[in-house]
């Protein structure tokens, strides 16, 4: 597509009425929400409007200016931005999947909580000193799946974005913030990280990562803690097994545990309150009784877990793997049953649709945008 030949142009007649009724919605005066499907939006001049929850599905929003323009909640999904300026614009909550953003220009952007999978994001860095501060704004966005292959992304904070299984190919990262970024299973082949603060980040550790993050000391700070978790899991799993007589019972209240690969491991009884468990691997683990009291399972995959019994009051779990977890009662010896506990608990963006758990058990949970079992 090549780029207009003309300046930016104001909206059609038709398209201000639209936007004047979509003023009134925005502002709980009745009115119309915006809704276009399928149209060329190309070159259009727009600044400082408020376009909260509009719905701009597979529109072409090439070589726009649309600088501090209001996008929360919007649904932008499919759409295309060439060369577009969206300097300050606020995505906070958007459903950007699919979209594609190829050398558009979004210094100070705000994309908090975004939803940005099988999108595509290259910003217009290149060629730039480095030394310059960009302050895009992209934490806490989910990325999960989006294919960022090439992007550009200098100086941009990143930090606790969900980049699971994203597509990272010959990305340039340099000088980014990523504390607390989730990259497990991304695909990293040829990025560069050179200069990014990786504190806090979960990947997989592998020969790839090794290649990508060693010598870095938030990495090796990583190993460290894995190696020192994998000790006190062996000293806890001879404890189990020898009936207390040898080994010693393992605490991680209030540890750092972000991305440890306990998967299959005796873990019955084991307080992990207040531990930050996000991006661990527990697929398989036994978890009977386990104490999770204000814990952290963000992006942890728990699929086929024993949790019976298990305490998860206060517990944060967002985009956390379940499938098949185990969450019935648990025998006590001396007769009685210990059911599980989500008082409090903060659950986002989980599907329980392939484990056994009624809204019962779920009671005093704060449920959002997850998915249940059917009922029989």
């Given at each position: 597509m090549n780029k207009p030949r003309s300046a930016h142009s104001l909206p059609s007649h038709d398209m201000q009425?639209?936007?004047?009724?979509?003023?009134l919605f925005a502002r709980g005066h009745?009115?119309?929400r915006l809704e276009l499907r399928l149209q060329n939006l190309s070159g259009v001049r727009l600044n400082h409007f408020d376009l909260s929850q509009c719905l701009l599905l597979a529109c072409n929003l090439s070589y726009t200016d649309l600088e501090g323009c209001h996008f929360q909640a919007a649904n932008l999904s499919?759409?295309?931005?060439?060369?577009?300026?969206?300097k300050h614009c606020d995505f906070t909550r958007a459903d950007l999947r699919g979209t594609r953003f190829y050398k558009s220009d979004l210094q100070q952007a705000n994309m908090t909580g975004t939803?940005?999978?099988?999108?595509s994001l290259m910003l217009n860095n290149r060629g730039v000193p480095a030394q310059r501060e960009f302050n895009t704004d992209l934490s806490f966005c989910n990325m999960e799946e989006a294919v960022l292959q090439d992007a550009v992304l200098h100086n941009v904070r990143l930090r606790g974005v969900n980049m699971r299984n994203a597509d990272l190919s010959n990305a340039d990262l340099?000088?980014?913030d990523m504390q607390g970024v989730v990259l497990l299973g991304a695909t990293m082949d040829r990025a560069k990280f050179t200069g990014a603060n990786i504190k806090n980040a979960v990947f997989t550790v592998n020969e790839e990562t090794r290649r990508l993050f060693g010598g870095n000391p938030a990495f090796e700070e990583h190993l460290a803690n894995l190696k020192e978790t994998d000790r006190i899991v062996a000293a806890h799993e001879e404890w189990v097994n020898s009936g207390g007589?040898?080994?010693?019972?393992a605490d991680f209240a209030g540890m750092p545990l972000r991305g440890v690969d306990l998967r299959g491991r005796e873990l019955s009884a084991v307080s992990f309150r207040g531990a930050d468990l996000t991006g661990a691997k527990l697929a398989h683990a036994r978890l009977a009784a386990a104490d999770f009291t204000g814990a952290n399972l963000s992006?942890?995959?728990?699929?086929?877990?024993?949790?019976?019994?298990g305490a998860m009051d206060s517990t944060t779990l967002l985009h956390t793997?379940?499938?098949?977890?185990?969450f019935s009662d648990l025998d006590l010896r001396g007769g009685g049953k210990l059911s599980i506990r989500f008082a409090g608990a903060n659950i986002e963006w989980t599907d329980f649709s392939q484990c056994s758990i009624t809204p019962d058990q779920l009671a005093g949970a704060v449920l959002r945008e997850c998915t249940m079992p059917e009922e029989k």
């Amino acid at each position: 597509m090549n780029k207009p030949r003309s300046a930016h142009s104001l909206p059609s007649h038709d398209m201000q009425v639209m936007l004047a009724q979509h003023t009134l919605f925005a502002r709980g005066h009745a009115g119309k929400r915006l809704e276009l499907r399928l149209q060329n939006l190309s070159g259009v001049r727009l600044n400082h409007f408020d376009l909260s929850q509009c719905l701009l599905l597979a529109c072409n929003l090439s070589y726009t200016d649309l600088e501090g323009c209001h996008f929360q909640a919007a649904n932008l999904s499919n759409s295309l931005f060439i060369g577009a300026n969206l300097k300050h614009c606020d995505f906070t909550r958007a459903d950007l999947r699919g979209t594609r953003f190829y050398k558009s220009d979004l210094q100070q952007a705000n994309m908090t909580g975004t939803d940005m999978r099988i999108g595509s994001l290259m910003l217009n860095n290149r060629g730039v000193p480095a030394q310059r501060e960009f302050n895009t704004d992209l934490s806490f966005c989910n990325m999960e799946e989006a294919v960022l292959q090439d992007a550009v992304l200098h100086n941009v904070r990143l930090r606790g974005v969900n980049m699971r299984n994203a597509d990272l190919s010959n990305a340039d990262l340099t000088g980014a913030d990523m504390q607390g970024v989730v990259l497990l299973g991304a695909t990293m082949d040829r990025a560069k990280f050179t200069g990014a603060n990786i504190k806090n980040a979960v990947f997989t550790v592998n020969e790839e990562t090794r290649r990508l993050f060693g010598g870095n000391p938030a990495f090796e700070e990583h190993l460290a803690n894995l190696k020192e978790t994998d000790r006190i899991v062996a000293a806890h799993e001879e404890w189990v097994n020898s009936g207390g007589r040898a080994g010693k019972r393992a605490d991680f209240a209030g540890m750092p545990l972000r991305g440890v690969d306990l998967r299959g491991r005796e873990l019955s009884a084991v307080s992990f309150r207040g531990a930050d468990l996000t991006g661990a691997k527990l697929a398989h683990a036994r978890l009977a009784a386990a104490d999770f009291t204000g814990a952290n399972l963000s992006y942890a995959e728990l699929s086929h877990a024993d949790l019976r019994g298990g305490a998860m009051d206060s517990t944060t779990l967002l985009h956390t793997i379940v499938e098949g977890a185990n969450f019935s009662d648990l025998d006590l010896r001396g007769g009685g049953k210990l059911s599980i506990r989500f008082a409090g608990a903060n659950i986002e963006w989980t599907d329980f649709s392939q484990c056994s758990i009624t809204p019962d058990q779920l009671a005093g949970a704060v449920l959002r945008e997850c998915t249940m079992p059917e009922e029989k």
